[in-house]
């Protein structure tokens, strides 16, 4: 993308109204900008990394066997008057009447929906086990929408729901969904950490949310401090297979880790006092097991082995995606800006011309623009008439990963730039060798 022909509204001012970091670098980076409270339009920059970690949620749903469908954000309060939820479930509901003066509502999460598509069509054990997903705005009424798209009203989710014969499948479910996570967090460069949590309004009594340290996080945690050692790392899993997945649950929950909610003041004086550790987090996703909380008041039932009819085990499994591109940015900037992992940044590097309208400044910067554009990747060229300065300013709010220098000076010498954002460590080398480092960089991505 050229950035003189693209749209990306960058302030030099700090809005305001943002009290947290990640919500003044959306707004100044021209990521968001907000339309009413807790609503926010996504530019498109922000739309980009957005998509991404969409991307990278599907991938990592659907290689652990889970599938993909599309629910709508409107639903008829009928559903959730049979599972009891229409009245309990208060004003963060938003209730909306349609011209024939029926109840409808505006999903704040599709238990009730994904339900009934299931006593639909599902009628036996053959067809089990099920976990189906989609990726869809929710609205929440919060009382207090606060820090951008971190608490919104309204927010992209990914919400799945396992269907299962046994409590012990649905269990295998639960397990199976933790491993996707902490894939899935770890590919957006994140490490979040499973904690014992509390049901709230969804219920079951097995359940664990994903947080992410960060001192703007609205939880207050408690836990130990090995548990910042584990890795999933690229680690191969079946998740077919029960004992890997438990493995892995055990691994990653076995040290005491919770919220406020379910803290223990005497088990977490159990840990030795140089591991204990209490700080904030930011919740970015959350997984229950609820068994036939909803299958048996809305009869989803399927017949078993023996021909008995039996209301199914079941459970819902949640991530925060735009609510994870405000954490990303908790977790990585500097004063400068922001500091793109490279698993989710919105273009792989960026191409400063310090001399635009230089003729062998512009030459090059085609030529490595074009090289890096056939080599599938995207790069965020800034051929606009600046001054230096202020196109690294820029860049550097941006927060790209990598960034390439390009001048006559260097150019006369047959080098260009490249640039880390993160160290801010620079090398001087032929422009083909800055190609080559990028794409190797961002191979197998
Ligand atoms: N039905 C279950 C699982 S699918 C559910 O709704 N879980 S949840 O309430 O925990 O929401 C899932 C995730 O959505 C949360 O972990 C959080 O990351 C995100 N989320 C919840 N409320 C908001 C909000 N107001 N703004 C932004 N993200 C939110």
């Known amino acids: 993308m050229r950035m003189s022909r693209y749209f990306l509204p960058v302030l030099k001012e700090n809005p305001a109204e943002a009290q947290i970091v990640s919500h003044r670098y959306m707004l100044r980076a021209g990521m968001i900008k907000q339309s009413s409270a807790g609503i926010y339009s996504w530019l498109p920059m922000g739309f980009k990394v957005l998509r991404r970690l ?27 008057r049979e599972s009891g939820r229409y009245d309990d479930y208060g004003q963060e509901m938003l209730r909306i009447k349609d011209r024939h003066d029926r109840d409808m509502l505006y999903g704040p999460t599709n238990e009730e929906l994904i339900t009934d598509i299931f006593r639909s069509h599902v009628g036996s054990y053959k067809d089990l086990p099920l976990t ?91 836990y130990d401090s090995e548990i910042t050692d584990l890795k999933f790392g690229d680690r191969e899993i079946d998740y077919d297979s029960v004992s890997e997945c438990q493995a892995v649950l055990e691994e990653f929950t076995s040290r005491y880790a919770r919220t406020d909610e379910t803290h223990d003041e005497a088990l977490f004086e159990q840990i030795p006092e140089a591991r204990r550790r209490s700080a904030r987090g930011i919740e970015v996703g959350q997984i229950f097991y609820f068994g036939t909380k909803y299958s048996e008041p809305m009869g989803a039932v399927v017949a078993n082995e023996k021909g008995e009819r039996v209301p199914v085990h079941m459970g819902s499994h949640g991530i925060g995606v735009s609510r994870l591109v405000g954490a990303i940015i908790e977790a990585s900037h500097d004063d400068k800006g922001i500091i793109w992992p490279e698993g989710v940044t919105p273009f792989h590097c960026g191409i400063v011309n310090l001399k635009q309208g230089d003729e062998e400044a512009d030459a090059a910067c085609e030529t490595i623009y074009k090289s890096l554009t056939a080599l599938g990747l995207e790069p965020l060229y800034d051929d606009r ?59 197998g991505l």
Do not use: C
Not at 59 to 72: C, K, N, V
């Open 54 to 80: 969409e991307q990278i949620v599907h991938e990592e749903q659907i290689r652990a066997g889970h599938i993909p469908m599309l629910m709508p954000t409107l639903q008829s309060a009928d559903l959730w």
């Open 132 to 222: 189906l997903y989609h990726v869809q705005w929710k609205f929440r009424d919060e009382v207090r929408p606060r820090f951008g798209v971190m608490r919104g009203r309204e927010f992209y989710m990914k919400d799945g729901y396992n269907f299962d014969l046994t409590k012990e499948d649905a269990l295998h479910a639960y397990n199976r969904h933790l491993v996707s996570y902490l894939r899935t967090y770890e590919r957006m460069g994140l490490q979040a950490i499973p904690m014992r949590a509390d049901g709230g309004p969804i219920g079951g009594d097995y359940t664990h949310e994903f947080l992410v340290l960060a001192e703007t996080g609205e939880s207050e945690v408690f």
């Open 385 to 443: 008439n600046e001054r230096a300065g202020g196109k690294f300013a820029s860049m550097d709010l941006i927060g790209l990963p990598w960034r390439i220098t390009v001048g006559p000076r260097g150019l006369k010498n047959g080098v260009v730039e490249l640039t880390s954002r993160r160290t801010g460590e620079s090398e001087e080398l032929p422009p083909e060798q800055a190609i080559e480092r990028i794409a190797k960089i961002y191979a």
